[in-house]
């Protein structure tokens, strides 16, 4: 009965391949502070707000005012003003999904700025000409 152990694989032994492999594997994230954080969700609130807002103006965009109490340059503005604190007051009131969406999409970019995928590694050179061919 032969009890060998198997003849080591001399291509790539373990010592080699681990340093690599740990080399492209995934970094941690880190950890938010909790003042940046809480301004990613204020801004992503704010575009919400201003999105709604802008709705709102484009709403109000058809609708006609009567004499003598309308109409004017000082209607045109409290509209404005008027579209920018509804868009304001839904969004603070949980809006319309918005602002969840943005933060999440504002977190990725974030995660993906500080762990960038690595590199592929080049083919050798008699591999990429017989894929050249």
Same mark, same amino acid.
């Given at each position: ?7 080591? =694989?001399?291509? $790539?032994? %373990? @010592? +080699? =391949?681990?340093? /690599?492999?740990?080399?492209? &594997?995934? /970094? ?6 909790? !003042? /940046?954080?809480? &301004?990613?969700?204020?801004? #992503? ?5 201003? %999105?709604? @807002?802008?709705?709102?103006? !484009?709403?109000? &965009? ?6 003598? %109490?309308?109409?004017?340059? &000082?209607? /045109? ?9 509804? @868009?304001?007051?839904?969004? !603070?009131?949980? @809006? ?5 969406? =943005? ?8 995660? #993906?700025?500080? $762990?960038?995928?690595? +590199? ?9 000409? !017989?894929? #050249? $061919?």
């Amino acid at each position: 009965m032969d009890i060998s152990l198997p003849a080591p =694989v001399a291509a $790539n032994p %373990f @010592g +080699q =391949v681990l340093p /690599k492999a740990l080399a492209h &594997a995934p /970094k941690a994230s880190t950890p938010m502070s909790a !003042a /940046k954080e809480q &301004a990613m969700r204020e801004t #992503a609130q704010e575009f919400e707000a201003v %999105f709604i @807002g802008q709705m709102t103006e !484009a709403m109000f &965009a058809g609708l006609e005012t009567e004499e003598p %109490f309308g109409g004017g340059h &000082a209607e /045109k503005m409290w509209r404005s003003q008027l579209s920018q604190e509804m @868009g304001r007051s839904i969004s !603070a009131s949980g @809006g319309i999904g918005i602002a969840e969406s =943005v933060y999440r999409s504002m977190i990725a970019q974030q995660e #993906a700025a500080l $762990n960038p995928l690595p +590199q592929p590694t080049p083919l050798p050179q008699a591999a990429a000409a !017989a894929y #050249a $061919n």
